[in-house]
């Protein structure tokens, strides 16, 4: 039987403990208290606070130095703990997990000089700001970020940006100080080598705030996709993260830790609507019988089971890679989780609400919100075709079986 390090299930099992007895049961609060328009729950700062002083914090960022707080966990370890955290819409933000901090603080871990270090990491690492990845534009095709239109001109000792970007999670959010932009800094350049990452701080003259996007028309204070306009904004040109034309392959960089957080919250997410679809046919009858006798049943359960372990395992399987071989090489099986768990997750959430009738369409259960959230991963974080375009591209590469004309009959 395959089983996770056992630090991974001593850390999954401080964090089962601590989501059981302070962060479920305060789930209801939460909701009403983001329903009131608090876009960081009063609740949520309790917990964080208390959490932080457990130690239970940071623990999706392996690369933490020896001074930074938080768990050095692998990849691997955190995929124990993330399914937890992915519960709830929020469990993330409890422990100074969620996204895009992460990703955000791993950008800056692996490119930010030591004074962006300073002035943005060591905050985040706190949990005392927040910050938004803008790289998604309105009117480019930006699933291929090489199309992207945003520019970011040298002027003297600044840098001065002009565009517009969309989806920036969390640009407009209370807690947003900093943005991480990318944008056009070499048009004449090699496509792949034309655009730059900047940090720009949130407040600074020139961007403002579009609209927020609702997603299948569920819009919450604590969870802000912004439409951003950036009309001449300067900052310092120190502020380059990274080398000027090397925003596309840092980008990457960032991406697969991203898609394997995404992956594993969602496949917690999953277990919860797993449970609740037994719960509810157990409880139903029509026709004189249970829900559960039909086969319709057994099969909705059945297969929600046997795809989620399958996707558990493969992203397992994707963890230990990037812990071991590193992001690049691990490319493939990050592409195959992000495609397998996003329709599973998608396919559960829809059994789910199948099986809990007209309930299921409401806010009583989290099954339709799950649906929409599913539907979206499907295309954040890259869609579908496009990761399905680089499995196959790198599966014909790595064809090795010899001796294929014995399989064959002319
Ligand atoms: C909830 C949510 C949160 C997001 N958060 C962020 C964020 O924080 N930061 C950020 O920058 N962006 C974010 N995004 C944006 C997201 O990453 C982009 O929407 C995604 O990369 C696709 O880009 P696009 O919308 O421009 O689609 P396009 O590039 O216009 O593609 C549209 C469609 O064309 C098809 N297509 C594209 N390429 C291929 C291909 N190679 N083969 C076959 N078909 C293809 C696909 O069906 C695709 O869905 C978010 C999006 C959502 C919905």
Redo the contacts with the bound molecule.
């Keep these: 039987m395959f089983e996770l390090p056992r630090r991974a299930l001593d850390v999954a099992d401080q964090v089962e403990r601590f989501f059981q007895r302070r962060v479920l049961p305060n789930n209801k609060l939460w909701e009403q208290q983001a329903r009131a328009g608090q876009a960081i729950p009063d609740i949520q700062h309790t917990l964080r606070k208390e959490a932080k002083a457990l130690g239970l914090w940071n623990m999706a960022l392996p690369r933490l130095a020896e001074d930074e707080p938080g768990m050095r966990l692998s990849n691997l370890e955190f995929t124990a703990v993330a399914e937890i955290l992915g519960r709830l819409e929020w469990g993330s933000h409890v422990f100074n997990c969620n996204a895009?901090d992460v990703p955000n603080m791993e950008l800056l871990q692996l490119f930010g000089s030591d004074k962006q270090k300073e002035q943005w990491l060591t905050p985040l690492l706190e949990g005392e700001i927040g910050s938004?990845?803008?790289?998604?534009e309105p009117y480019?095709?930006?699933?291929?970020p090489t199309n992207l239109e945003t520019r970011i001109e040298r002027d003297g000792d600044e840098f001065v940006v002009n565009g517009r970007?969309w989806?920036?999670?969390n640009g407009s959010h209370a807690n947003c100080e900093l943005l991480i932009l990318v944008g056009v800094t070499n048009p004449e350049g090699q496509k792949s080598q034309r655009q730059s990452l900047l940090l720009i701080p949130r407040h600074t003259p020139g961007i403002s705030v579009v609209r927020n996007l609702p997603?299948f028309d569920h819009f919450s204070e604590t969870n802000l996709?912004p439409e951003l306009e950036f009309n001449n904004v300067r900052v310092p040109a120190t502020n380059l993260l990274g080398e000027a034309g090397a925003g596309f392959a840092i980008g990457q960089a960032r991406l697969g830790p991203a898609r394997l957080h995404h992956c594993m919250r969602a496949i917690g997410e999953c277990e919860v609507l797993i449970s609740l679809m037994v719960k509810r046919s157990q409880s139903r009858s029509t026709f004189g019988k249970r829900i559960d006798e039909y086969s319709s049943t057994q099969a909705a359960i059945s297969l929600s089971r046997i795809e989620l372990d399958q996707c558990r395992l493969l992203v397992q399987q994707a963890a230990y890679l990037l812990d071991t071989v590193g992001n690049k090489a691990a490319r493939k099986q990050i592409s195959m989780i992000k495609v397998a768990v996003a329709k599973v997750y998608q396919d559960i959430a829809d059994r789910c609400i199948q099986l809990h009738g007209a309930r299921g369409v409401t806010g009583d259960t989290p099954a339709a919100r799950a649906f929409g959230k599913a539907r979206?991963f499907r295309?954040?974080?890259?869609?579908d075709?496009?990761h399905l375009?680089t499995i196959a591209r790198l599966e014909a590469n790595e064809q090795s079986l010899d001796g294929l004309e014995h399989y064959v009959h002319e």
Excluded at 140 to 144: C, E
Aim: hydrophobic share 45%; glycine share 4%; aromatic share 12%.
């Design positions: 895009p938004a990845f803008a790289m998604t480019a095709a930006s699933s291929d970007k989806f920036a999670s997603v996709h979206a295309i954040y974080d890259g869609p075709e496009v375009q």
